[in-house]
């Protein structure tokens, strides 16, 4: 076995772990605040990965100015997505609710189709270009660098949710609606929050992602990747989403480089399959326990 | 008019032919299916074969999420298997297509009642990924194991065949897709006059309470999820008839998804509303491709935004529906014959 090879390996998927746990901690926002599993995250990171290519290729922004602006644009459709069509279907059951983002994510792809048409584009290059040696380990530079970015932002959401007022309203919120409404917590814009805040993790996200893989309207299908983390980390759970994200893209990674790319989607809805069967709420997240 | 019916009796109550009106619609149905392959041209004809299909994939996914409550995003994998199943046993054996439909059906239900095995622990949107996973690695297996399902080259087989006669037009292939919509349908609506249909619905209403009446949850799920996949099976096996060849591209996820919408957009819980269901989202795209077809001359490059159109009315659709019409267009149907039906009382 070459283990310079499974060395590199591993850390480029560690780095692409990175971003899944950043996805994931996305997920876990939207789920813990309005119970919403959102099938649509795949296709939010792809409509803003689109936007940076429209500010930074069409519009020619420079791209530490564009970056932001597809982010904030990325999380704006989130807002405006709950606010339309997830909060009239607050009360509905939980299949409901599953399929209405199914139909936004087909909406998405269409309009993305519609206006950017369905060929595979590349993203302009913004990071830096020097390779990236950990030891003497090779790093590609657009994974590396993403992985910091991404890092970055992971960093600051874990220290608001845990410190700031916004931070406890949520986690006030995802343990008891009620309560936290009567001790005056807007819940309603928690709900709006949450998704802003979810959609705004996982464009960026999308933004680094699409920039290292090039982005075309299939690029959605990462949201399955994505929901194998939350799975297996626990849905309730930030801490579930950290640990799986950056497991599963490792193992997603090991397996591509080892089987071949075949192999990617089963190595991975392996693990989520054994996971449902021993911890059916996964690594992390909270046993619920239902009363009649 | 038709103002109302006194019922005297639980049989009565449960009895799927209430009225001599009832009877003469449904006769008069029946009639048109009949005639309809005799006075139709060819895209007529394949589109009621593609909606023979898909009713009764709809009707079996809305046995397992409509009326036991167990969603599945494994449908497509399941008609996958029915497929295979055709296209293997017509390759490799001599046998007629009603034997080789059945154990497409069979084979179906079995990997139905593997997937369907989590939900002994995990239930609602967990069961759902579940089912996801397992149709992932059915794609897998379908693209993988060259030997019997030939990778993603897929496999091409032979027309059905019966005592002599092969049905290798749709013309002929509509008498055996229409029909067996039917009868599979009647079947459905007859399983929900028994225990078991009744045991469904009770798991769907409240699995607890359910269990606490004596309902041994694990069996009927299994047998939810049985029967809703050999429905799928025999769909598949149809598909694999009809087209001829089967890939592994023939069953992606997006199928799958592609029916939960017809079960919500039909109405979910309501064999009508399936039925419905089916035939609108199969014949809304072919609508869409009419309407482009006519606007090319004005507009030449209309076909270009048909397929991102295609994806936004999708999506619309389903997020529509759920919005603001939740029980489908079974309701709007119910709505309509309640009008006639009090009609010219109301106003």
């Given amino acids: ?292 | 008019m038709r103002i109302g019916d006194a019922k005297q009796s639980y049989e009565a109550d449960e009895a799927i032919w209430t009225s001599q009106t009832q009877k003469f619609w449904l006769g008069l149905f029946l009639l048109i299916l009949l005639v309809f392959p005799f006075v139709v041209n060819s895209y007529l004809l394949y589109l009621g074969c593609l909606v023979g299909i898909a009713v009764i994939s709809t009707t079996g996914l809305n046995i397992l999420t409509g009326f036991t409550g167990l969603i599945s995003l494994g449908q497509a994998g399941f008609m996958g298997v029915g497929a295979y199943t055709v296209a293997w046993l017509s390759i490799n054996t001599a046998l007629p297509f009603p034997v080789t439909l059945l154990l497409a059906g069979l084979m179906a239900a079995a990997v139905g009642i593997l997937v369907g095995l989590p939900s002994l622990r995990v239930k609602g949107l967990y069961l759902a990924i579940a089912t996801l996973a397992a149709s992932v690695f059915l794609h897998f297996i379908f693209a993988e194991w060259e030997s019997v399902t030939g990778g993603m080259g897929g496999l091409s087989l032979e027309p059905a065949h019966l005592f002599g006669l092969t049905f290798q037009s749709d013309f002929r292939m509509y008498f055996i897709i229409v029909p067996l919509a039917v009868l599979m349908v009647l079947a459905a609506r007859n399983v929900f006059r028994t225990r078991i249909g009744r045991a469904f619905i009770a798991i769907r209403d409240r699995d607890i309470s359910a269990e606490i009446l004596g309902i041994n949850l694990l069996r009927y799920k299994l047998m939810s999820f049985a029967l809703s996949s050999f429905y799928a099976g025999i769909a598949g096996g149809l598909f694999a008839y009809f087209y001829r060849v089967v890939t592994p591209e023939s069953f992606p996820l997006s199928m799958s998804i592609f029916y939960l919408a017809a079960v919500i957009v039909g109405g979910m819980g309501n064999l009508l509303g399936g039925i419905l269901g089916a035939a609108f989202m199969t014949l809304v795209p072919e609508a869409l491709k009419l309407l482009t077809a006519a606007l090319t001359p004005f507009y030449p490059n209309a076909p270009v935004f048909m397929s991102p159109m295609l994806e936004i009315i999708f999506g619309a659709l389903i997020v529509g529906f759920l919005i603001f019409e939740p029980h489908g267009l079974a309701e709007i149907w119910h709505r309509i014959r309640r009008f006639f039906r009090l009609w010219p009382f109301r106003n």
Wanted: neutral net charge; proline residues 4%; hydrophobic residues 60%.
């Fill in chain 1, 1 to 292: 076995m070459d283990w310079l090879f499974f060395g590199e390996i591993s850390l480029a998927g560690l780095a692409m772990g990175g971003l899944y746990a950043l996805i994931a901690l996305g997920f876990v926002i939207i789920y813990k605040a309005t119970k919403v599993i959102n099938f649509a995250i795949g296709e939010i990171m792809m409509f803003a990965a689109y936007l940076f290519l429209a500010f930074a290729g069409g519009m020619e922004l420079s791209p530490w100015i564009a970056l932001p602006m597809a982010v904030i644009g990325g999380s704006i459709l989130g807002g405006v997505i709950e606010k339309t069509m997830i909060r009239p279907m607050l009360g509905e059951s939980p299949i409901s609710v599953v399929m209405v983002t199914i139909g936004i994510a087909n909406i998405l792809v269409g309009l993305v189709e519609f206006i950017w048409t369905a060929d595979p584009q590349l993203l302009p290059n913004f990071l830096p270009r020097e390779p990236v040696f950990i030891g003497e380990l090779y790093l590609a530079p657009k994974i590396a660098y993403g992985f910091l970015i991404g890092s970055a932002l992971l960093i600051i959401y874990l220290l608001y949710f845990r410190f700031s007022r916004g931070g406890v309203a949520l986690r006030a919120t995802a343990s008891d609606q009620a309560a936290a409404y009567s001790m005056g917590i807007n819940v309603r814009r928690v709900f709006n929050m949450a998704w802003v805040f979810g959609s705004l993790a996982a464009s960026l996200a999308g933004v680094l992602v699409a920039a290292t893989g090039g982005l075309s309207p299939q690029f959605g299908i990462i949201g399955l990747s994505v929901l194998v983390v939350v799975i297996v980390g626990g849905l309730d759970s930030i801490l579930g989403a950290l640990v799986a994200g950056v497991f599963i893209g490792w193992l997603e990674t090991v397996a591509g480089a080892y089987l071949g790319g075949e192999y990617r989607m089963p190595a991975t809805f392996l693990v989520l399959a054994i996971i449902l069967v021993i911890r059916p709420y996964g690594l992390f997240g909270t046993h619920e326990i239902e009363r009649v």
